[in-house]
Each structure stands twice: as C-alpha cells, then as structure tokens.
C-alpha cells in the first residue's frame, strides 16, 4: 500500500494505462447468441449492435456448448462501439452462416489488396425462419439468427496503434487462449487440408469428443498459433 496526494491505495488487481489495451488474465468470451440475437457475457445480455477490431482469428473443430462437430472461428477482438465493454480485449466463437459471411468478407477485402485487420468489422445479426424437432420430436418451427459481416476502412488509427503494442508483448500473447471454451476443440491452423478433411470426415462419423480432448493433449493441436503475421500488419 502507499499514499498518493494523503490519499491510500493498494494494488491488487492493477489497472489500464491509457491509450493501451487489456488483456484480462482470463479471457473474456463473448457468446454470440443465434437464439435472441444479441451478445452476451455469462448471463448478461450486450445488446445487437457492435463494431470491432479483429486482432486474431484462428479455426478449430469441435464441440462447443450444445453444438457438436461444427466447424469454429474464433476471433480475438476489441469492441469499439455498442453495449461489450471496450477497451479490453475478448473472444467470441461464430459458426456455420456467421463463419461462412466472414469468410466471404475476408477474401473479398483482401482480394483489394488490404489487410483486413486494420479495418472495422461490423456484424449484424440477421433474423432466419426454421424447423426444429422438440423433444418429443414433434417438428416445430423456430426462428434463429446469424451474422452479416460488414468491413470499412478506419479514419481514426490510434486503435491500431494500441493493437500493434499489445500484440508486440509476449506476455499479453500468453493470455489469448482459452483453454476453458476450446477443451473439446482442435485447432486447424497448422493441418494441411486433407488433415482437417480427415479429421472432420472422422468425428462427423460418430467419433465423441474425448479423441477431440486426446488429439488436443497429445499432439499439441488445441493451441492457436502465434500472432507474429498480425503482429506485423499492424505495425
């Protein structure tokens, strides 16, 4: 503890210097909620809207939540506007039409010539109508929501700055995994695509997710791969 201006502090946790972003020791997923249309952190609800900076995206294969076999992308980002909490970097997990319009949106970017990183990303959720069996198996319909991506170029770069700095630190790196959401995941990054192919031909095929957890443990898959293409962009 020590006094500052007669007044006493201690330090516990520690806190953001500004113009620089937080990496929280342990990460901060943000569920994109495909049922209400909304994010969410835990039980809390973040609102629709939501603009983003994109510092790491990475693919895995697995089971997440009550979905099973699905191909991930897991994108580390910064809220920059909307309800998240900004200024601190988290995680969120897209899936199926939300991944499917990302990628779209990617290739088409840097199809410019851009690095789609130093760009906005704006998501929007997007209403769809749908069949589902309950569980008695009676069909019924539902209604269920994705993401649309959007992207423009950023007139204000002070963030970038800040993602450059942040992404430059080992120690912060250490801190983008989430072990906890990625426990029945693989990661792709680093599997040629007739490995992925395999591995996803293999586990569609009835395999349960305790070979997921065992690929991860032995062959070191589960861990994303280092940010230093990112890193460099962003210089």
Request: one cysteine or more; a neutral charge.
């Amino acid at each position: 503890m020590s006094k500052t201006n007669n007044k006493p502090e201690i330090y516990v946790f520690g806190s953001k210097p500004k113009e620089a972003l937080l990496v929280p020791e342990i990460p901060i997923a943000v569920r994109n909620n495909c049922q209400s249309g909304q994010w969410a952190i835990g039980d809390t609800d973040y609102g629709s809207k939501c603009t983003m900076t994109i510092l790491k995206f990475s693919k895995f294969f697995g089971n997440l939540g009550q979905t099973t076999n699905r191909l991930w992308g897991q994108l580390w980002f910064v809220s920059e506007s909307g309800e998240l909490p900004q200024g601190v970097v988290m995680v969120t997990y897209i899936k199926s039409r939300s991944l499917s319009d990302f990628n779209r949106l990617v290739a088409s970017v840097q199809a410019r010539g851009i690095e789609p990183a130093t760009g906005i990303f704006i998501p929007e959720y997007i209403k769809h109508s749908g069949q589902k069996p309950d569980e008695n198996g009676v069909v019924k319909p539902i209604n269920y929501y994705s993401l649309k991506w959007r992207w423009q170029e950023r007139t204000d770069w002070s963030i970038i700055d800040q993602a450059a700095a942040m992404l430059s630190d080992e120690a912060n790196l250490s801190r983008m995994i989430d072990l906890e959401s990625t426990k029945k995941m693989v990661c792709l990054d680093n599997l040629s695509p007739n490995e992925t192919a395999d591995l996803m031909a293999a586990h569609t095929n009835g395999n349960n997710g305790s070979e997921v957890l065992s690929l991860n443990a032995n062959n070191n898959m589960a861990l994303p791969p280092g940010n230093e293409p990112l890193t460099a962009a962003l210089s």
